[in-house]
């Protein structure tokens, strides 16, 4: 529940609103991105790491299991596959170039929304 709490409030929440708010320009909103996503994603898999220790020492069912799995996997084409290019996208801003909106984003966004669903039916699943 920590995890899912932690996507929720940064990815839902701060990520869209940090835009909004008065004097936040462009790079700047990219630059704290950039801290906060990475920051997100080293404990999130911090988490996945800590969960899937405790699975194996308590041994959960198979749902159990297959949550987590798709938690975990979703994180890590976050992580290897979809962040790179935003990164690289965020650089290419941030030194001056005007770019059109990024489609990484949104796949960025609809993995958030997949994780968010399997962390929900991870809790569930776990639940005694």
Do not use: C
């Amino acid at each position: 529940m920590l995890w899912l709490g932690m996507v929720l409030a940064i990815s839902f929440l701060e990520a869209p609103l940090k835009f909004r708010a008065p004097g936040v320009t462009l790079a700047l909103g990219l630059g704290i991105g950039r801290l906060v996503f990475r920051a997100l994603n080293t404990v999130e898999a911090v988490l996945a790491v800590l969960l899937v220790l405790a699975a194996v020492i308590v041994g959960p069912g198979a749902a159990t299991w297959a949550w987590l799995g798709v938690a975990a996997a979703v994180l890590g084409v976050q992580i290897v596959v979809v962040r790179p290019p935003l990164s690289r996208r965020s650089d290419r801003v941030l030194a001056g170039e005007e770019l059109p909106r990024s489609h990484a984003h949104y796949w960025y966004i609809g993995l958030e929304v997949v994780k968010v669903v399997a962390l929900v039916a991870l809790a569930i699943t776990a639940a005694p």
